[in-house]
């Protein structure tokens, strides 16, 4: 389609196999009719890219850079990155791909696992030589070359906001089927590791978003003809022990109410590495003991880091911290630090906390076509033109085709997907002259302003919802459920929107 409104675009695909890893089975084509694609297609889906002819170069070598990134909290949203990276090589000079060099391997996919196999591949004892470097030598280099790091950092935190925001809708839907309700604060979290590709113009752009990252630190190393042994790697070491010990510290639980003395068996003065309280789970204490073990190889971080208020400058105070021995925080904290200039891309995620409210049953991922007409009821949105029985052939078409896509299932009723469409729908109906956005905006700016009034009259009739009581005046378990106030961390309206709830009430009106 893209080649009919313009004949002189002549791309190249990259085809990664689905549930892939490793760089296993990818490849690149010039035409989408490739044999090996129908052919692949049949037996094992995959996801099919444009490929990024012109990444930025060093020494004439293709590389990508992987960003480790905490996913501290889903409600409220924070989000850390990694203040350094991975830099992983090409070993064969770069080349805009031809129909002679597209089976190049080590000339277009940068993969650790791949590229390790190559003869060029090289092994350093240094951070900003060899095949693998830190993400922060990369930086020195350019900078020492005039280009503006930090809005190198600044295009790159902002991509990993949004992508961050984009999953955020549907991990709350996982999340609350999965963990008790009634747990205050985060019970879980993640490390992502993000894959980006910088462009000859510095823009940088998002390859993938790994769901588990490996945290090997270690590399295979051929001694002679078929010996190998595992030794220790300066740039993994340095990267991602400190990433995992300052997660540690960030989700450490105990944290706040820790004992203020701590005996001196528990202090690594030596190492600077965290100290063990009596009070840690044995698995944490397993895991600090093999980073004080990994410590006697790690240097300081590449990255200068700036004193955290809340983490002391020396370790001569009267009541010694056990964090004062330790290297400043790796982890910078980018959301809820940056939200409000993001805060605007988050209506599909106030929509799953709409979705969220209405499914009832606790455990489920899909609304039921009681809690879809309970939506419309408490919003307020069947109208003359829209009546109920409209509402519910919109929720069986768009339930059904949604399912007809889907591989799971296990419970029948509409995705969060569909809720989305079915929202879309509902805001072109209701604000015709509006562009998408705001369309979309009011919408949600005017359910949030008649539920947190249906929240309102619960409290003053001394009839909450939040006690898990039946409200005589639901009809439903799915209604009762629903008038419970919204999740703790959910705005009843967000202030950022571009209509306020005083538009919604004169909408209202």
């Known amino acids: 389609m893209v080649k009919d409104g313009d004949p002189s675009w002549k791309p190249t695909f990259i085809v990664k196999p689905d549930s892939g890893c490793q760089g296993d089975g990818i490849y690149l084509i010039k035409d989408p009719s490739d044999i090996r694609l129908a052919g692949t297609l049949q037996s094992r889906p995959a996801v099919v890219q444009e490929y990024i002819c012109k990444p930025l170069l060093i020494d004439k070598l293709k590389f990508d850079i992987r ?29 805009e791909p031809s129909p002679k060099n597209l089976h190049h391997t080590f000339m277009h996919l940068t993969n650790y696992s791949l590229n390790i196999h190559s003869g060029n591949f090289v092994h350093s004892d240094s951070t900003s030589t060899g095949s693998k470097r830190t993400f922060s030598s990369i930086l020195c280099r350019l900078s020492s070359k005039g280009v503006d790091i930090k809005k190198v950092w600044s295009d790159i935190i902002s991509l990993v906001i949004k992508t961050v925001i984009a999953l955020t809708p549907e991990l709350k839907v996982f999340y609350q089927s999965d963990i008790p309700a009634g747990r205050p604060g985060p019970t879980c979290f993640q490390i992502l590791g993000f894959d980006i590709l910088l462009m000859k113009n510095l823009k940088p752009i998002l390859l993938e978003v790994n769901a588990n990252p490996s945290m090997r630190i270690e590399h295979e190393q051929e001694l002679s003809p078929g010996v190998f042994e595992n030794v220790p790697s300066l740039v993994d070491e340095e990267v991602k022990v400190a990433v995992i010990r300052d997660t540690l510290r960030l989700m450490d639980p105990l944290k706040n109410k820790r004992e203020n003395h701590f005996p001196d068996i528990y202090v690594d003065r030596k190492h600077r590495f965290p100290p063990v309280s009596d009070r840690m789970s044995s698995s944490v204490l397993q895991l600090s003991k093999l980073f004080i073990a990994r410590s006697q190889k790690l240097k300081q971080p590449a990255v200068k880091e700036e004193p955290s208020d809340s983490e002391p400058a020396s370790a001569s105070d009267a009541n010694p911290n056990p964090e004062a021995h330790l290297p400043s925080i790796c982890l910078k904290q980018v959301f809820p630090k940056y939200a409000k200039q993001f805060n605007y891309l988050r209506l599909v995620d106030r929509m799953a906390n709409l979705f969220i ?86 919408l949600v700016d005017l359910c949030e302003y008649h539920l947190s009034l249906l929240d309102e009259k619960r409290l003053v009739c001394g009839r909450s919802g939040t006690s898990g009581g039946r409200a005589p005046d639901s009809g439903t378990p799915q209604e009762a459920a629903a008038s419970a106030p919204l999740a703790q961390g959910t705005p009843p309206a967000c202030t950022n929107s571009a209509h306020k709830v005083s538009n919604s009430r004169h909408a209202l009106s």
């Not at 990134?69 to 770069?94: H, M, N, Q, W």
């Not at 995705?415 to 905006?441: D, I, N, S, T, W």
Request: glycine share 6%.
């Open 67 to 95: 960003l480790y990134v905490l996913l501290k909290s889903l409600d409220p949203l924070e989000i850390y990155i990694a203040k350094d990276g991975l830099s992983r090589f090409c070993t064969e000079p770069y080349q």
């Open 357 to 442: 409210r209405f499914l009832g049953i606790k455990g489920t991922m899909k609304l039921g076509p009681t809690g879809f007409r309970t939506f419309i009821r408490n919003c307020k949105l069947s109208s003359s033109s829209l009546s109920m029985a409209a509402v519910d052939i919109l929720y069986i078409d768009i339930t059904r085709r949604w399912n007809s896509m889907t591989l799971d299932q296990r419970d029948s009723g509409m995705c969060l997907q569909g809720f989305v469409e079915a929202f879309f729908y509902l805001a072109q109906r209701k604000f015709k002259m509006l562009p998408l956005h705001e369309q979309v905006a009011s």
